[in-house]
């Protein structure tokens, strides 16, 4: 079976154990991404945004695994700390989502030019109260009031982000703390 995990974020420098292909491709769909997430160690990290108005390119690689419960599985003890009850919300799959849904609708068109059989991705949510993202100007506010470890954390998640993941916010951080992307400086 043909399967594929899209990666913007960790995934992509940081695959652990996932069972994936070692390249990353740089044409995966368009997507509303952003950095709109408080994680683990104080990271500010990148979750699509349901109707944001910026879309960026994903990343995306194939699966080496056969099965699409395979894939689930190991995507969601990649990402740790998953509740298993919520199993079937944060590890999203297509084409077992909302057909109605314009970010699933992109990743069909995408898929289907491909031949792929189908397609996860890690579907965390913005958690800036009531589950919404931050402004621009909250999450920079966010990022200056961590403690230094953690500051240090959310500097080196944005700053190894993939270049193409080019967001509003990331302009941003970069003119405001200097974070330019790793291996680009």
């Not at 910026?54 to 699966?63: A, D, G, H, I, Y």
């Not at 970010?103 to 890690?122: D, N, P």
Request: aromatic share 10%; hydrophobic share 40%; glycine share 6%.
């Amino acid at each position: 079976m043909k399967i594929a995990c899209l990666g913007w974020g960790s995934l992509v420098w940081d695959p652990r154990e996932l069972p994936v292909q070692e390249k990353w491709f740089e044409d995966g769909p368009f997507l509303p991404i952003e950095f709109a997430r408080k994680s683990n160690n104080g990271r500010l990290t990148l979750v699509i945004v349901p109707d944001y108005e910026v879309s960026v390119r994903s990343l995306w690689t194939l699966f080496s695994v056969n099965t699409i419960e395979e894939a689930r599985e190991s995507l969601f003890r990649r990402e740790g700390g998953l509740s298993e009850k919520n199993i079937a919300r944060d590890i999203a799959v297509w084409p077992n989502r909302n057909p109605n849904d314009s970010v699933i609708l992109e990743i069909e068109r995408w898929a289907q030019v491909l031949g792929l059989e189908a397609v996860l991705w890690t579907a965390l949510t913005p958690n800036f109260g009531n589950n919404q993202h931050p402004t621009n100007k909250q999450a920079v506010k966010y990022l200056h009031g961590l403690p230094h470890e953690q500051r240090r954390n959310a500097e080196h998640y944005i700053r190894m982000t993939p270049r193409q993941v080019d967001t509003p916010y990331r302009r941003r951080f970069e003119a405001e703390f200097g974070w330019t992307p790793l291996g680009e400086i």
